[in-house]
């Protein structure tokens, strides 16, 4: 079992900056890729971002793509989302979650932070 806690989120005015930070135990954090979801209201969860266990490599979704910075430190078990000129519609609920680095689907997820942002 991998345990993931998120934490970081709050209320920013647009244009602000907020970073997330999800801490895991339970395993060798090294042998999990790391990903961000998203879930606004009334929406379905969208993926943000992304980064492979080593972190040599990143992803991002399009609506990010220049503003966003995933990063993760296997020494300190922590991944991070640096999250630079906040939208209103970047307001969800944020969750980390982890996937064995040998297979293909998200199988833990932390319980979410808030981060909203007002115009």
């Known amino acids: 079992q991998v345990q993931l806690v998120e934490s970081g989120g709050g209320l920013v005015q647009a244009g602000g900056s907020l970073r997330l930070s999800c801490a895991a135990s339970?395993?060798?954090?090294?042998?999990?890729?790391m990903g961000w979801f998203r879930q606004a209201p009334g929406k379905e969860r969208e993926f943000v971002a992304d980064i492979r266990w080593s972190g040599a490599s990143t992803m991002y979704a399009d609506s990010v793509k220049g503003r966003f910075t995933i990063s993760r430190d296997n020494v300190k078990d922590t991944v991070y989302l640096q999250m630079n000129s906040l939208k209103p519609e970047d307001t969800a609920v944020y969750y980390c979650a982890a996937r064995s680095r040998w297979l293909r689907r998200y199988g833990y997820w932390g319980p979410g932070t808030q981060v909203t942002v007002s115009s």
């Open positions: 339970g395993r060798t954090f090294s042998d999990y890729d």
